[in-house]
């Protein structure tokens, strides 16, 4: 753990990678799954909700951090550029396969704790995607000089690419659930028990394949991150920055949109077009914060953060992988924490758990005397971000920042 320094760093981009964590926080842990305002809950196949937004947000993110930090590897023996990347990339990826392990114990039918069975294991996940796309990422823009031309055809390499091995390797219909390519390649080399199984089969929504697109993306953020970087360098974050990000913006959007004609939006699949739609709006999402961060507060004579929710933010971004962490760790952990509930119907002891006991207790009640159990979900998943903003803002005032 140590205190960043200021050089390299760019406050804007920090709010923007922590607004993201934050919002990743909120949607992933509602009071009930059950009960979800529509911009909260996934898309459930084709199409884009609010919440289809927040993880290639994320990953555009690593990339506009990518920018900031490979300047310094530039000086360095290419050899400690490439240890720096294969042990952020292999730490982090099996960061995320601990936490699916977590907490490596599990109630069994006679009230003992036992050994959880790792022989289901989910292999890849959230994290793992962002491993595997950075550390491909930061490869590429290494290996390709890091131009900013040659990345965005590399982009646009691996997005095409993408797109014509639906076609010619999927079935009738390439890109559903059992017709998708990448879902026979990930039950032929991970197996069937080490994939996800929320669509009723086994699927992986950061699948392999899938994960090719995602490389782009976190490429588009560091092209993105890139030319925000070359502009505070020539003291030049100003109008005409952001005038040419909004011309890429509206670029990339209305590719997008021809694109999903033939090859729809999917978040599950992370279809080409998707990636293009969300880099879009990430685009547009920067370039209100820079104007908001940056820009605005020299005009008015204000402070470089003057909002709180951008100082909010602040505090997730700095620390975004470990809040984000935390975020999953927590929750596995008080499960552990049970008492009685009552008897079933066989008679069998009924057990709850704090986290459920919280939404029950306190909770569903507002969102029943509202008249919307939505209502109260979402009061729950605030009231649990506004926790973990509390554990952020601890660690930034402490001047402790957790680097993978």
Known sequence: ???????????????????????????????????????????????????????????????????????????APAAAFWRHVARRTVLVFAIGVALHAFPFVRWDAAGTLVARDLEGLRILGVLQRIALAFGAAAALVWLLGRSPRRVLAA????????????????????????????????????????????????FDPEGLASTVPAIAQVLLGWWAGEVV???????????????????????????????????????????????????SLALLALVAVLHLVEIRPRRGGGAPVPAAWARGCEWFGRNALFVFVLSGLVPRALALLRWSDGTGPAGEPRWITPLPWLWRTLFEPLGAAAGDPRLGSLVFALANLAVYALVARELDRRRIYVRV
Not at 21 to 49: E, F, K, R
Not at 188 to 201: D, F, I, S
């Open 155 to 202: 982009a646009a390499v691996l997005l095409l690419g993408y797109w014509a091995a639906c076609r010619l390797l999927g079935g009738a219909d390439p890109y559903s659930l059992e017709g998708y390519f990448g879902t026979a390649l990930d039950r032929a080399l991970l197996g069937p028990q080490h994939l996800y199984r929320g669509e009723g089969v086994p």
């Open 229 to 279: 970087r070359r502009a505070r360098d020539a003291g030049a974050i100003d109008a005409e920055l952001l005038s040419r990000l909004c011309l890429a913006a509206i670029a990339f959007g209305l590719l997008a949109w021809l694109w999903q004609l033939e090859f729809p939006l999917n978040k599950k699949i992370w279809s080409s077009s998707y990636v293009l739609a969300t880099t």
């Open 1 to 75: 753990m140590s205190a960043p320094g200021t050089a390299g760093r760019l406050r804007a981009l920090d709010v923007f990678r922590g607004a993201t964590v934050a919002l990743m926080i909120l949607v992933n842990n509602p009071g009930s799954w059950s009960h979800l305002y529509p911009p909260l809950a996934h898309a459930p196949w084709h199409g884009m909700t609010p919440t289809d937004l927040v993880f290639p947000f994320f990953l555009f993110a690593v990339g506009n951090a990518l920018a900031l930090v490979l300047p310094a590897h530039a000086a």
